[in-house]
T-cell receptor, first 110, second 113 residues
């Protein structure tokens, strides 16, 4: 069983601050996805990363896949209250199957 | 609108009373899956299906059944629910081999008393 660790588990910051969330494993993955989940709703896909060293940007969000494809990070610049939610990393651990990390609960205060 | 529809959103039932949670997708996705989400444990896969009439166990299949008679539907069946199955359940679907990721339903909050 692959061990997947997300950190930090909780993050509480003020509007305008920057933050980084990490997703680490000892296993190599073919791809990895990041999701955001709001209370009472299902997770929503933010991005898929496939290539080692890949960097993708989505407005104020920057996603990076580690060179060895074992880890990933999500960086948010100038966080806003609308960024509040649960952020989940999900590597593809077998064909079609995603295994989810426990997530990072982000709270951005106005 | 492309979506995964789960019903019901909320369900309170008693131990041992069989129930079914329905899931339907309108995107012609091959892959469908059920997850349960519990505090401190994250999202864990219960069952999945790669196509019609093809289903397989996920990480926590005990106490659950599924069927995939049609491509769009993937119901979750609890033959004899127990209190430890109280949880938030999500159905998800995806295209196999694509980067489009999973599309999740809005969830079913189940309480077994």
């Amino acid at each position: 069983t692959q061990l997947l660790e997300q950190s930090p588990q909780f993050l509480s910051i003020q509007e305008g601050e920057n933050l980084t969330v990490y997703c680490n494993s000892s296993s190599v993955f073919s791809s990895l996805q990041w999701y955001r989940q709001e209370p009472g709703e299902g997770p929503v896909l933010l991005v898929t990363v496939v290539t080692g060293g890949e960097v993708k940007k989505l407005k104020r969000l920057t996603f990076q896949f580690g060179d060895a494809r074992k880890d990933s990070s999500l960086h948010i610049t100038a966080a806003q209250p609308g960024d509040t939610g649960l952020y989940l990393c999900a590597p593809e651990t077998s064909y079609g199957k995603l295994t989810f990390g426990q997530g990072t609960i982000l709270t951005v205060h106005p | 609108e492309a979506q995964v529809t789960q019903n019901p959103r909320y369900l309170i039932t008693v131990t041992g009373k069989k129930l079914t949670v329905t899931c339907s997708q309108n995107m012609n996705h091959e892959y469908m899956s059920w997850y349960r989400q519990d505090p401190g444990l994250g999202l864990r896969q219960i069952y999945y299906s790669m196509n019609v009439e093809v289903t397989d166990k996920g990480d926590v299949p005990e106490g659950y059944k599924v069927s995939r008679k049609e491509k769009r539907n993937f119901p979750l069946i609890l033959e004899s629910p127990s209190p430890n199955q109280t949880s938030l359940y999500f159905c998800a679907s995806s295209l196999l081999g694509g980067e489009g990721g999973y599309t999740f339903g809005s969830g079913t909050r189940l309480t077994v008393v």
